[in-house]
């Protein structure tokens, strides 16, 4: 089998984390880097055995490279992925897909004619619980689902100002750089919100330090309300968890492998799941959709709604209004 050829635009800590992911998946290898800082480049070509290119356009055009990964500060996005547009090459883009929703539309447009694999960085639907708990839903194991409670706080947030992390213009603070994820799976298991209402301290750059806090509701076409909570403070709880209740039960996802499952008038079980690395799926996912044999399980398509989504939390914390969508 022919080696799949991959290059990555952005070699910091997600870069480094596919490349890990990828050295499980048989027949495919990081084969070219590019990033801005030439050190961070040279020392990731060096530890990998990748060819260091000088730009991102040079690396996409590469006859070596089959795919791209945009791995780079999420305003980056655009630039990475524009060039492996130009290059008619397969993406897989980070989340957020970036960072506002003139530069989206674009990359919609343009990515849904490429005619090629785009997938963006939604790992948690390569968990097997994420699947195992879809499944219920779609069977009617807690019956018609009527609400949804998303915590995601993050207790041991260090980051400083001078990090684009702590810098909202470019990360979105929790909301587009957190929720982004959970956003995607209700949208996944839910459809399509239609109102979304937050209050939000959007990194308030007042604050002694760089901290963040959301509160968000948001209303499904099918009715179903779902509350995102997501912090990044520093102190109390880290953790995930998304409780579904319907009719007929509850169904809970936490930072485990194990889902709780309470169905009306029973006591309540665990449901122990087990799958490969996600992220190892994910890589084998994207190098398998280039060759033909899949699809990715988070498209562009996706990236653009759960963007959308959190920018109209965003908007709506910003203007103290309720957003339609
Ligand atoms: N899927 C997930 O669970 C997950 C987790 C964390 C971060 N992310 C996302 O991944 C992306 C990268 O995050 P990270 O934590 O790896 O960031 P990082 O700061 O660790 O790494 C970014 C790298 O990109 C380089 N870079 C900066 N501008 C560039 C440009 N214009 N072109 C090429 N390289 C450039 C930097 O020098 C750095 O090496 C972000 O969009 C972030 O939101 C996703």
Not at 107 to 127: D, H, I, Q, S
Request: glycine content about 10%; proline content about 4%.
């Amino acid at each position: 089998m022919k080696t799949t050829g991959l290059g990555l635009i952005g070699a910091g800590r997600m870069g480094n984390l596919h490349t890990n992911a990828l050295a499980n998946v048989e027949g495919a290898a990081i084969s070219g880097v590019y990033d801005i800082k030439p050190d961070v480049a040279k020392a990731f070509g060096e530890k990998f055995g990748a060819r260091v290119y000088a730009s991102a356009e040079e690396l996409a055009h590469s006859a070596d490279i089959d795919g791209v990964l945009v791995c780079s500060p999420t305003p980056c996005h655009p630039e990475g992925v524009a060039a492996a547009l130009h290059a008619n090459k397969a993406i897989f883009c980070e989340k957020p897909l970036c960072r506002n929703k003139a530069s989206a539309k674009k990359l919609l447009n343009a990515g849904e004619a490429l005619g090629k694999p785009f997938a963006v960085g939604f790992v948690r639907r390569y968990m097997a619980k994420t699947h195992e708990l879809k499944k219920r839903l779609e069977a009617g194991d807690i019956g018609t689902p009527r609400f949804c409670n998303i915590d995601l706080p993050l207790g041991m947030y260090k980051r400083m100002p001078g990090d684009w992390f702590a810098d909202f213009d470019a990360c979105g603070g929790v909301i587009l750089d957190m929720l982004a994820h959970h956003i995607d799976l209700a949208n996944w298991f839910f459809g399509k919100p239609v109102r979304v209402y937050a209050a939000s301290l959007l990194l308030d750059a007042k604050q002694p330090e760089p901290a963040d806090y959301a509160a968000c509701v948001v209303t499904y076409e099918n009715g179903l309300i779902c509350n995102f909570m997501a912090s990044w403070w520093r102190s109390g709880r880290t953790g995930e968890m998304m409780e579904i209740s319907g009719d007929g039960g509850s169904l809970i996802m936490d930072g485990t492998d194990d889902l709780t499952y309470w169905q009306k008038g029973r006591e309540k079980q665990s449901i122990h799941t087990q799958g490969e690395n996600a992220h190892k799926a994910q890589m084998e996912c994207f190098v398998n959709s280039i060759r033909g044999t899949t699809a990715p399980t988070a498209t562009l398509r996706d990236g653009y709604n759960s963007l959308v989504t959190a920018l109209a939390m965003i908007e709506s914390a910003k203007t103290g209004k309720a957003m339609r969508l």
